[in-house]
């Protein structure tokens, strides 16, 4: 591995945390917002930029040579939330000054991202979505925007949108009729219940259900199988998309028409969406847990091996650090 591919772990801001696990060749993006779990508008930039960086580095190569990216893992720093969905005060607060113009653009950076999540950023790579608490709205639409998602069984999910007069908008529909079909991807929008991994799993929008803290596992578990038959598995993925192809357009279109149904949101409608904003946030996510560490068991050390090579083309005979402590 060369700077160029050292470059893609560099420190991403605010927003998002990303490592390398060499054993499976996988790059694991968490969401580590500084506020809210939700698609900020700053975490959405970084979270672009990170799929936009990865793309670069394969281009970098020309897509001939064997690069060290498999799979790319979407996940959650913050215990029992994988994400809230969009930005709900954002929105209101648009809605209220008729801003279509900077709301559809929030909108599109949305699906930008989870178009790239679908057509697996149009890559020889696998995307996956690790789910080890609430995924709602957005969060929802995102978690099954990508090629596997892995649920723990506790994990609650859903579309509240209807609950104040509106649907998702970045590609719900799209993702859950390819899934399940017109009939229960629109039961499931227009219900805005909340569901189980496991009747999500049962109805066929999920790939796996495992049990609680056992979702890391299970991502490595997959990822290993799935290597020994990684050429075979790429082949699949590109018959399914020939098949069912995701048109970018066709969620760009949506994204319209939900922009134009949001600027119809009457007052009663907005006080509802605050309401959930509200329940939402007496959830009381203790920002002071996140796990930003190799503290964190998602970051655990790997051992190093002397002599290596560093980043530089530098040779490391030995251990120089004094504190050898990573804290």
Not at 6 to 32: F, K, M, P
Not at 46 to 61: A, G, N, R, S
Not at 118 to 125: F, I, S, T
Not at 258 to 284: C, E, F, G, I, S
């Amino acid at each position: 591995m060369d700077k160029k591919f050292h470059q893609l772990l560099q420190d991403r801001g605010d927003e998002l945390s990303v490592r390398y696990d060499s054993e499976t060749e996988s790059i694991w993006a968490y969401a580590n917002p500084s506020k809210r779990p939700s698609y900020t508008i700053e975490f959405v930039k970084e979270f672009h930029q990170l799929q936009l960086d990865i793309i670069e580095y394969f281009q970098y190569y020309n897509m001939k040579t064997k690069t060290p990216i498999k799979y790319f893992v979407n996940a959650s720093m913050i215990p029992g939330v994988y994400n809230y969905g969009g930005d709900l005060y954002l929105f209101s607060e648009l809605i209220k000054k008729k801003d279509k113009k900077k709301l559809f653009e929030y909108a599109k950076s949305c699906v930008d991202i989870v178009y790239l999540n679908a057509v697996n950023l149009n890559l020889p790579l696998t995307t996956i979505t690790l789910i080890e608490g609430d995924a709602l709205g957005g969060g929802f639409e995102a978690a099954i925007s990508c090629n596997i998602v892995i649920a723990e069984e506790q994990s609650q999910m859903g579309l509240p949108e209807i609950r104040f007069n509106l649907i998702p908008g970045m590609g719900a529909y799209s993702f859950l009729a390819r899934l399940v079909g017109i009939k229960m991807a629109e039961e499931i929008i227009s219900s805005g219940k909340m569901y189980d991994a496991t009747a999500l799993y049962e109805m066929g929008v999920i790939t796996e259900v495992v049990k609680r803290g056992e979702g890391i596992d299970a991502v490595n578990k997959f990822m290993t199988k799935n290597n020994k038959l990684f050429n075979g598995m790429q082949a699949l993925q590109a018959a399914r998309r020939r098949y069912q192809a995701l048109d970018y357009d066709e969620l760009i279109d949506i994204t319209k028409i939900w922009v134009d149904a949001a600027l119809r949101l009457t007052p009663k409608d907005l006080k509802m969406m605050q309401k959930l904003v509200d329940a939402q946030n007496k959830k009381n996510i203790d920002m002071q847990y996140k796990l930003r560490t190799k503290q964190d068991r998602r970051f655990e050390r790997e051992i190093m091996k002397f002599p290596f090579k560093d980043s530089k083309g530098n040779i490391i005979e030995k251990e120089r650090r004094i504190n050898k402590d990573p804290r």
